[in-house]
């Protein structure tokens, strides 16, 4: 196939994949908008529809029991290594079609660029039936189950139905007694995931790949700055202990730290007062602090000196403040061996590389845990997601195909690729 031949291939593709995206976008547990959360029954028709697309390809789809749609490509023979390529199925209310469902379709299109060929490894597509957490307010539930990390208490936790994990999952049909049957297969030895950036750094470079380094760390945490209530019309300024004035002071200081050291964010997303009145002085004021970066040291230092300065901030006013930490996720590396060849395989179809960090959390980063994992991501346009205006461009779509089929390539001369003595 000529150069002129491939890129056609890559773009017809491309405008393929797109045109499935929104055919999975239109099953949605909401009229006129997209919301699809863990086993609900819109991700039925998912299955459904992902499973037609994949049989021409000789590849029977099954629903794995917490929802994951997985199906093999084979290689050369059952006992060769596996390569898993996927992302996530469900999607955050009011969403983009793109987040997430991209990466899946985008392994399809891949697979089909093949062309029939068969390589010196195996190719499992996995769709994951939970990343984003809004059901049950904890993610990753998908790719959780392939890593073995499913327990009793994930289980029990329940949606604002009362529902627990477990009665989604046999209101579904499935059986949670076999999910340790969802754990990887012995052969699996990487993980694969293209995924949108859903950031504006890529554009700004303007640059349609992006080879993902590390998963930035996360430490979430909640601040109560606690002063006094009282008349807002007959209390003088200087005789105030006012919390939500104290909490405003912070807030500035959080952004104003982030914008000083180099690729940390911190965002104060929320905020809660007592007793809420427009003519009350605030007595209570609660904040959210959210803190990332991919090296864990800075980020722990910047969470350290934001507690220190709320801390300050608070005796200056005569107030007090107490914290609580909810999330301290360490940031995950992405295996450097895997990079390397999506950095080698964006150059060979003629894009410039940017190696970054990704700022949001992904499945890649859970199976991260027991296999080499990798992500590329795709430029966003405007930086739009998690939104109905996030979009993609046809020819960005296309370079990741291209991208994608050179890496398979590329990876055929791997050993890990190559067959070996099984795992124990």
């Known amino acids: 196939m000529t150069l002129t031949q491939k890129t056609a291939n890559a773009t017809r593709l491309a405008e393929l994949a797109i045109a499935r995206c929104r055919a999975l976008a239109s099953f949605s547990e909401d009229m ?26 000789s590849m029977n789809a099954r629903v794995d029991a917490v929802g994951n749609l997985r199906a093999v490509y084979p290689g050369a023979d059952s006992s060769v290594p596996r390569l898993l390529l996927g992302s996530h199925l469900d999607t955050v209310p009011n969403a983009g079609i793109y987040d997430g469902m991209l990466g899946v379709v985008l392994a399809i299109s891949i697979l089909e660029g093949l062309e029939g060929r068969h390589l010196p490894y195996s190719i499992e597509l996995v769709g994951f039936s939970e990343e984003e957490g809004v059901r049950f307010g904890i993610p990753f539930i998908g790719s959780r189950a392939l890593a073995g990390r499913i327990d009793d208490e994930l289980l029990s936790k329940q949606d604002s139905a009362g529902i627990s994990v477990r009665k989604a999952i046999e209101l579904f049909g499935l059986n949670p007694g076999e999910i340790p049957d969802a754990v990887i297969d012995k052969n699996a030895c990487a993980y694969l995931e293209f995924h949108i950036e859903q950031g504006p750094v890529l554009e700004s470079l303007g640059r349609p790949l992006g080879v993902v380094e590390a998963i930035a760390g996360q430490t979430r945490m909640d601040f109560l700055f606690t002063g006094r209530a009282n008349h807002a019309g007959t209390t003088p300024m200087n005789l ?27 965002t104060v997303g929320a905020v809660e007062t007592r007793p809420g009145a427009t003519n009350v ?37 005569g107030l007090s403040v107490s914290s609580n930490v909810r999330m301290n996720q360490p940031a995950v590396p ?29 499945d890649a980063m859970i199976l991260a845990e027991k296999i080499p994992s990798a992500m590329i991501f795709l430029r966003t346009p405007n ?33 890990l690729f190559h067959p070996r003595t099984p795992r124990a």
């Open 281 to 317: 002085i605030a007595s209570e004021a609660r904040v959210s602090l959210d803190v990332r970066n991919a090296k864990d040291g800075l980020r722990n230092r910047a969470v350290e000196q934001l507690t220190r300065d709320a801390q300050e901030i608070a005796r200056a006013r």
């Open 32 to 57: 006129g908008s997209l919301r699809r959360t863990f086993l609900s029954l819109p991700m039925r028709d998912v299955h459904r529809e992902i499973a037609a697309w994949l049989a021409p390809l």
């Open 334 to 362: 992405m295996d450097a061996t895997l990079s390397s060849q999506i950095e080698g395989a964006v150059r060979e179809v003629g894009c410039e590389p940017h190696r970054m960090a990704s700022g949001a959390g992904h």
């Open 240 to 266: 105030r202990f006012d919390a939500m004035a104290g909490a405003a002071e912070w807030i500035v200081v959080v952004e104003r730290t982030a914008r000083t050291i180099p690729g940390l964010v911190a």
């Open 383 to 415: 930086g739009i997601s998690h939104d109905p205006a996030e979009s993609v461009l046809v020819d960005d779509v296309a370079k990741a195909i291209e991208c994608g089929l050179q890496l398979l390539d590329q990876l055929s001369s791997q050993p």
